[in-house]
């Protein structure tokens, strides 16, 4: 087995221009080693260590965005001052992502390229219209989040690319937010059904936004569209949060048809997307 690590981005492109070779990349390895565990790579297979890559591994602000390092861990952004303001959906994700052992080895990067249908960053970071900054062969890309996936564990992502940033605008004082997982147990638990909202009323509690993305209901994350242009323009509450609810439920049943689980994962979603909008309504 071949192992590179490159200390810096620019021998990590160097190494990416090397398509002979065709990379597992290891950043924080919370997903990487379970799996190698089950399935050993193969003696000529090259693992690239990207967790030396200064570069990407802290959270910046510039212009009113957010520029997250692909190696910033889920602790870094639970604990960031500036995210629990200008992104609190996305600190109270992290928060939630395992065991503080995981929080403190786990990367956001990871996150998303992993792709686990459960992964709890992907459904906040769909609402705050973040974009992934991928780094390749050819040089640098970028890719809207919602657009990143083809299904779970199959990002849009080519051999020898590597997320290496991901980019959101700050959310202002009247967009209120929220994420809520539910999970078999309250804490140390993988997401059954995830949901993030982001939502701004005016001063008669009218709806003028609404940005909402559950995780674990469709075949690959999305906004939906249909439940948020139902609720535009109508006033916030708990009765039309019912029915965006339902709306959403009914979209799941429509793109992944009825199967053993939707008898559960019906009414939950539905509970869960009224929940979610709660929340944020409620936000301080």
Same mark, same amino acid.
């Given at each position: @087995? ?5 200390q810096n981005?620019?021998?990590l ?22 799996? @190698? ?10 693992? &690239? ?16 965005q ?5 190696l910033v861990?889920?602790?870094? &952004?639970?604990?960031s *001052? ?6 609190? &959906?996305?600190?109270?994700a ?6 503080l052992?995981i ?21 906040? &970071? ?8 991928i780094l ?13 996936f083809?299904?779970p564990y199959?990002p ?5 690319e ?29 997401s059954?059904?995830? @949901?993030?909202?982001?939502l ?5 509690? *009218?709806?003028?936004?609404?940005r ?8 690959a ?6 439940a ?6 109508k006033?916030a509450n708990?009765?039309?949060?019912n ?8 979209? @799941?049943?429509?793109?992944s ?18 929940r ?9």
């Amino acid at each position: @087995m071949h192992y590179h690590r490159p200390q810096n981005i620019n021998i990590l492109q160097e190494l990416l221009q090397d398509t002979n070779r065709e990379y597992t990349i290891l950043a924080g390895g919370t997903d990487l080693m379970v799996e @190698m565990r089950q399935k050993p790579l193969p003696a000529e297979a090259h693992i &690239l260590d990207i967790s030396r890559v200064t570069e990407i591994s802290s959270i910046k602000e510039e212009n009113n965005q957010f520029i997250l390092g692909a190696l910033v861990t889920h602790q870094q &952004l639970a604990e960031s *001052i500036a995210i629990q303001k200008y992104a609190p &959906l996305l600190a109270v994700a992290c928060r939630q992502v395992g065991s503080l052992q995981i929080r403190n080895r786990g990367t956001i990067g990871g996150n998303i390229t992993n792709a686990s249908p459960c992964a709890d960053t992907v459904p906040p &970071l769909i609402v705050l219209n973040a974009e992934v900054e991928i780094l390749g062969p050819q040089g640098t890309r970028t890719a809207a989040i919602e657009d990143f996936f083809d299904k779970p564990y199959f990002p849009r992502i080519k051999p020898n690319e590597v997320v290496t940033r991901i980019r959101f605008k700050k959310l202002v004082p009247h967009q209120k937010s929220a994420f809520f997982k539910l999970g078999r147990r309250k804490a140390l638990a993988i997401s059954r059904i995830n @949901m993030a909202a982001i939502l701004q009323v005016d001063e008669n509690n *009218i709806i003028k936004e609404v940005r909402l993305a559950p995780g674990s209901v469709f075949p690959a994350w999305k906004r939906v569209h249909e439940a948020e242009q139902f609720l535009t323009g109508k006033t916030a509450n708990e009765n039309n949060f019912n029915e965006a609810g339902r709306i959403t439920s009914e979209e @799941m049943i429509k793109i992944s048809g009825r199967r053993w689980s939707t008898p559960y994962k019906e009414p939950v979603t539905a509970a869960l997307v009224r929940r979610t909008l709660m929340l944020a309504l409620e936000q301080e």
